[in-house]
Nanobody, 125 residues
């Protein structure tokens, strides 16, 4: 019913920046809630940021507030995650997620039925 494809990951030094992109295909996600999650080896998948539609209200986990910014461009059917002041603790595979309804909440992975394949972000010391 729809596909999400992430890109923009890579290797960056501590303090550097990356911008992740998530492009939707197969259908428009302009009316969908979208989010970013991340997962490091041996750890649970962790909520990072989310953005509502149509209000574009945003949500962030405490560890990235002030450093990461989620945004969307509905004309391009794309959601972004701008990551600044990166640190090694940010190293993980980052996943894009989307759904028309986010039940029980936009910060929980089980709320989303559409997922991308993930993009690796590695932050060196």
């Amino acid at each position: 019913q729809g596909q999400l494809v992430e890109s923009g990951g890579g290797l960056v030094q501590t303090g550097g920046s990356l911008r992740l992109s998530c492009v939707a295909s197969g259908r428009t996600f302009s009316n969908y809630h979208m989010a970013w999650f991340r997962q490091a080896p041996g750890k649970e998948r962790e909520f990072v940021a989310a953005i509502d539609s149509p209000s574009s209200r945003t949500y962030y986990t405490d560890s990235v507030k002030g450093r990461f910014t989620i945004s969307r461009d509905n004309a391009k059917n794309t959601v972004y995650l701008q990551m600044n002041s990166l640190k090694p603790a940010d190293t993980a595979v980052y996943y894009c997620a989307a759904d028309q309804w986010v039940i029980p909440s936009p910060t929980q992975s089980r709320s989303y039925n559409y997922w991308g394949q993930g993009t690796q972000v590695t932050v060196s010391s």
